[in-house]
């Protein structure tokens, strides 16, 4: 088969079809990308064009409250600052690491009320200048264009109300929990509408919603029947009402939801996260003729080059079978992964997943 743009073989991916290699990503770390340079990596080349990665691109507009932002203090070591979502976090600055969330605005009934007054979306949400710029050069490498979502459980904990004052309100107060769902949803919406209608359009739709945890979900399948799965199901079908895909980024084991996001029509999952029980092959042997597997390479061995090749060779022939396959790490490279032996991955993975 002649050579495929990114546009041409993700989108055969999609139809469950070979193309002439699989699709090819990364997400390394800013301290990974650093030390590549250090070993050889050019400082004016991304490393997806140095390794001729896909092209997949994306954007989103700001939902958040637009709280007034401020730095609280900062050292050459971290810096603590109160963001536009009302979090104030520490962030360490030579280190890959969770923020550390220190406190929220968004505490009550009362406090997200006062939150979701002031997230009335407007087109200044938008970064117009980037997209005037940026678009046509997707366009011209014919990249894979993502409209980047972001609403549910994920930016409902991280960023807005913590974990566990989500999981409380879930048990105890499940309405409250709905409205925030669907004001996300509804905000991230009208932006795309907005991106939409003025020419920027899609392949797909993108969000991430980390349901999941190393021993499995945060909370239980009849909870996601009745708070998230009917606002999963409406993104799902704006995506589909536009003629484009959905895809769901949701980390650590979520086995008991796959079941859920099948009926409600998902194209796409990733990372499949295999240190926390997701395993690949079987998802490939059960819902792989419905569902486009994205990752599921245990990033836990990409320091130890011998284990992650054999675990390529293992896995690669098995799950690009029939299409339905983007090859990717399970979670973020690490930065103890060398420039030589990432190389080494991608040309295994173009070598071993060609058709």
Request: aromatic share 12%; charged share 25%; proline share 4%.
């Amino acid at each position: 088969m002649a050579t495929l743009t990114t546009k041409q073989r993700i989108g055969r991916m999609y139809e469950h079809k070979d193309a002439d290699r699989v699709p090819i990503l990364a997400s390394p770390w800013e301290t990974t990308i650093a030390r590549w340079r250090r070993e050889g990596l050019p400082e004016d080349v991304d490393y997806a064009d140095y390794f001729g990665l896909d092209g997949v691109v994306g954007y989103r507009g700001d939902i958040s409250p637009r709280y007034e932002t401020k730095v609280i203090e900062e050292t050459d070591d971290y810096i603590i600052q109160f963001d536009a979502w009302g979090t104030t976090s520490k962030t360490w600055k030579h280190a890959e690491s969770t923020p550390e969330w220190i406190g929220r605005t968004i505490v009550d009934r009362d406090s997200w009320a006062a939150a979701k007054a002031r997230m009335v979306m407007t087109p200044e949400r938008i970064d117009w200048d980037f997209l005037k710029k940026e678009y046509p050069v997707w366009q011209k490498n014919n990249c894979w264009i993502l409209g980047q979502l972001w609403f549910g459980f994920d930016v409902t904990h991280a960023r807005l109300v913590g974990t566990e004052q989500l999981l409380l309100w879930m048990a105890d107060d499940p309405e409250l929990v709905i409205d925030l769902f669907n004001t996300e949803l509804d905000c991230s919406l009208q932006l795309m509408d907005m991106i939409w209608d003025a020419g920027y359009t899609f392949d797909s739709v993108f969000w991430w919603d980390d349901m999941g945890y190393r021993n499995g979900t945060f909370f239980s399948v009849e909870m996601y029947r009745d708070m998230l799965k009917p606002v999963h199901k409406r993104a799902i079908d704006w995506a589909h009402a536009k003629g484009i895909k959905a895809h769901l980024h949701s980390c650590g084991n979520i086995n008991a939801f796959v079941p859920e996001l099948l009926e409600i029509g998902l194209d796409a999952l990733n990372p499949l996260e295999v240190k926390a029980g997701m395993d690949p092959v079987h998802l490939k042997s059960t819902v792989g003729d419905r569902l486009v597997l994205h990752g599921g390479l245990n990033a836990l061995l990409w320091d130890d080059i011998d284990r992650t090749e054999a675990e390529i060779r293992r896995l690669l022939p098995i799950m690009m079978q029939d299409g339905g396959y983007i090859f990717q790490e399970d979670h973020s490279i690490p930065d103890s992964v060398s420039f030589k032996d990432f190389g080494r991955i991608v040309e295994l993975a173009k070598t071993l997943g060609s058709y």
